[in-house]
C-alpha cells in the first residue's frame, strides 16, 4: 500500500493509492486553484483506489450541482441537505432479473447514505446566490472523476473510477481546477481549459416516430406523419426515425415487415419533402433474441469469467458490444457505410451508448473505453450529424454535434409508476425537464443540447395542458433540438399557432433563473411580455 498525506496552503489533502510494485512514485502538486496528480510507475502497476480529499466552507444557503453519470441520470440543483437515490431498497432479485443496476453508476461507486453526501461525475458546482464556485476535472480520459460534496464534514472528495487498471510508465490521476465567478464566466473558462471549441450547430427543430407509436412503427406511419408536414409555413429540418424499422436491436440492415421496400424509400422521401432524414440506431447494443447474437455471441462484452454483460432490460433485454472485437467494428463500419452512404440518412442518433463501457478492461478504465467508443463512432459517422444519447457526457464533449442531455419524457408527468424507484435513469417529464434547465450550461459548448420531445397532442398522453405547454417552453428555451413526435397534421389551428409560437423562443428570452430547494422559476420575454414558469420539483 502506497499512501500520501500533503498539507497545502490553502486545503489539506489525503490521498491513498495502491500497487503490486513497490516502484510507484507520486507528484501532487497545488498550484493556485490547480491540483494536478500524477503516478509514474517502473513496473506493471494495479490501481486499488485513488481519492484526494480537501475542505470547503459549505453554507446554509448553498445550491449544489454534480453532474450525473449519463445523459439520462437526473442532474440538478440540492440543497446542501440533499441526498441521491440509490437502489438500496430495489430487491436484490429484481435488479439481477431486469439489470436495472446497469443503467448507471451503481455497481462502481458508493452512494452517501446520509443527507448531506452527493456525488457526480467529472464536474460539479456550488452556487452563492449569483456566484460559482465551480470543480471541473481536465483529466477525464484516463478515467472517469468522481466528486463528491459532503456538508455534514464540510468536505469536497475526488476519486478516480480505476480500480483494477494496470498500468506502466505515467498516469494522469487528478486534474482539477477551481473556478470562481458568474456561471457564463466558470464555464466558459472550464471549456477553455479542456480545449472543446464551442459547438458550431444550429438549432434543430424536426419530428421523430418515437412518442406516439413507440416500436409500433411502419412505412405507411411514417408515409402519414410526413404528409402531415405538407402545407406547412415552415418545415423543420429534420425528420427522425426512430426504434422499430428493424429485425431487433443489433440487426440494423435487416428491416422487419413493417417496412417491406426499406430505409433508403423513407430516407428519399424524407429528403424529396424538404428535411434531413435522420434514423435511430444503438450501436453498442445487441438484444438477446437478434440475429447478431445469435450468430455472433464472440461480439459480446464479456467478464473475466466469460459471462456476456447485460446493458439493461430494455426490449427482450440486450447486452453491450465488444468494440476492439475486429468483428464487430467490421459490423458497424458496414452498418454506418450503408445508413449513410446508401440509404442517405444525414442525422444519425445514437443512442444507450454506454452499453460499450459497462465493465472496464485490464488495460483500459471505463472512461478510456467510452473514449474509444465515441472516436470511433465520429469516424464512422463522417460527415453525418450525430445526436448523442444514453452516453457518460464528458467522452461526447465535441465529439458529436448534439446530445440528449436528460432521460426520456413520459406521457405523464412522472413517469412510470412501477418503474420510478428503480433507478435514476427513468423516463420522466418531470426529470427531463429539470436536466434541460440545469444542464444548460452544456448548449453550446460541449454540444448543441437535446432536452427531448415536446407534444402538443391531446390523445394519447396523459400530461395536463399546463404541463404540455410547460415542456415546450422549457425545450424551447434551453434546448438546441426542438423536436416533436406529433403528427401535425392533426393540429387544429390553435395548435398550429402554438406549434409556430414555440418556435420563436430560444436562450435569449430568458431574463431569470431562480432555484431553491423547494422551487424552480424561470422568468422570460415573449410577445414583449414578461412571462414565468413555475417548475414543480417533486
Not at 489539506?12 to 503516478?39: F, H, K, M, N, V
Request: aromatic letters at 12%.
Amino acid at each position: 500500500m502506497s499512501t500520501l498525506q500533503i498539507k497545502t496552503r490553502d486545503f489539506a489533502c489525503e490521498t491513498s493509492a495502491s500497487g503490486e510494485t513497490a516502484a510507484l512514485r507520486w507528484d501532487l502538486r497545488e498550484s493556485g486553484e490547480r491540483i494536478t496528480l500524477r503516478l509514474e510507475s517502473a513496473g506493471e502497476t494495479e490501481l486499488k483506489e485513488i481519492r484526494l480529499r480537501f475542505t470547503f466552507p459549505f453554507e446554509k444557503r448553498d445550491m449544489l450541482y454534480l453532474n450525473g453519470y449519463q445523459s439520462w441520470t437526473d442532474s440538478r440543483e440540492r440543497g446542501v441537505r440533499g441526498r441521491m437515490r440509490s437502489l438500496d431498497r430495489v430487491p436484490g432479485a429484481l435488479v439481477k432479473r431486469f439489470s436495472f443496476d446497469r443503467y448507471g453508476d451503481y455497481r462502481f461507486v458508493a452512494y452517501g447514505r446520509r443527507h448531506g453526501q452527493q456525488h457526480g461525475f467529472t464536474y460539479g458546482y456550488v452556487r452563492r446566490g449569483e456566484a460559482f464556485t465551480l470543480f471541473g476535472s481536465l483529466a477525464e480520459e484516463s478515467g472517469f472523476t468522481v466528486l463528491r460534496f459532503d456538508t455534514n464534514d464540510n468536505s469536497v472528495t475526488l476519486e478516480k473510477d480505476c480500480r483494477g487498471h494496470r498500468f506502466t510508465g505515467d498516469y494522469t490521476v487528478f486534474d482539477l481546477v477551481i473556478l470562481r465567478g458568474t456561471e457564463d464566466a466558470v464555464f466558459d473558462e472550464y471549456f477553455r481549459l479542456l480545449n472543446i471549441p464551442p459547438a458550431k450547430g444550429r438549432r434543430l427543430t424536426g419530428y421523430t416516430s418515437w412518442y406516439n407509436l413507440y416500436e409500433n412503427i411502419s412505412e405507411a406511419s411514417i408515409e402519414n406523419d410526413l404528409r402531415g408536414f405538407e402545407g406547412s409555413k415552415k418545415l423543420p429540418d429534420v425528420f427522425q426515425i426512430d426504434d422499430g424499422y428493424e429485425n431487433a436491436v443489433g440487426d440494423w440492415l435487416v428491416q422487419n415487415e413493417r417496412f417491406p421496400h426499406g430505409m433508403k424509400r423513407a430516407a428519399d422521401a424524407i429528403r424529396a419533402a424538404g428535411m434531413l432524414p435522420g434514423i435511430w440506431l444503438a450501436p453498442f447494443a445487441a438484444e438477446k433474441k437478434s440475429i447478431l447474437v445469435k450468430e455472433h455471441p464472440d461480439w459480446l462484452l464479456r467478464d473475466e469469467n466469460g459471462e456476456p454483460q447485460p446493458g439493461g432490460c430494455n426490449w427482450s433485454g440486450f447486452y453491450g458490444l465488444d468494440i476492439y472485437n475486429p468483428g464487430v467494428r467490421a459490423y458497424l463500419k458496414e452498418v454506418f457505410d450503408t445508413v449513410v452512404r446508401d440509404w442517405g440518412y444525414g442525422l444519425l442518433k445514437l443512442d444507450f451508448l454506454y452499453a460499450c463501457c459497462l465493465i472496464p478492461r485490464r488495460d483500459k478504465t471505463r472512461a478510456q473505453v467510452m473514449y474509444d467508443g465515441m472516436r470511433l463512432l465520429r469516424e464512422l459517422a463522417g460527415d453525418a450529424l450525430i445526436l448523442g444519447c444514453g452516453v457518460p457526457l464528458a467522452p461526447a464533449f465535441g465529439m458529436v454535434d448534439y446530445c440528449r442531455i436528460g432521460c426520456d419524457m413520459s406521457l405523464n408527468w412522472l413517469g412510470d409508476l412501477q418503474l420510478r424507484p428503480f433507478h435514476r435513469e427513468v423516463p420522466s417529464t418531470r426529470n427531463t425537464i429539470l436536466n434541460t434547465v440545469f444542464r444548460r450550461h452544456l448548449d453550446g459548448r460541449a454540444f448543441r443540447n437535446d432536452p427531448d420531445v415536446f407534444l402538443l397532442r391531446d390523445d394519447n398522453i396523459s400530461l395536463s395542458p399546463s404541463e404540455r405547454e410547460l415542456l415546450a417552453t422549457v425545450n424551447a428555451l434551453f434546448g438546441g433540438v426542438l423536436f416533436t413526435s406529433d403528427n401535425v397534421g392533426a393540429y387544429d389551428e390553435e395548435k398550429r399557432e402554438a406549434y409556430e409560437r414555440i418556435e420563436t423562443l430560444d436562450r435569449s428570452c430568458v431574463t431569470l433563473i431562480k432555484s431553491t430547494p423547494r422551487k424552480l422559476a424561470v422568468s422570460y420575454r415573449a410577445g414583449g411580455k414578461k412571462r414565468r414558469l413555475n417548475i414543480p420539483l417533486r
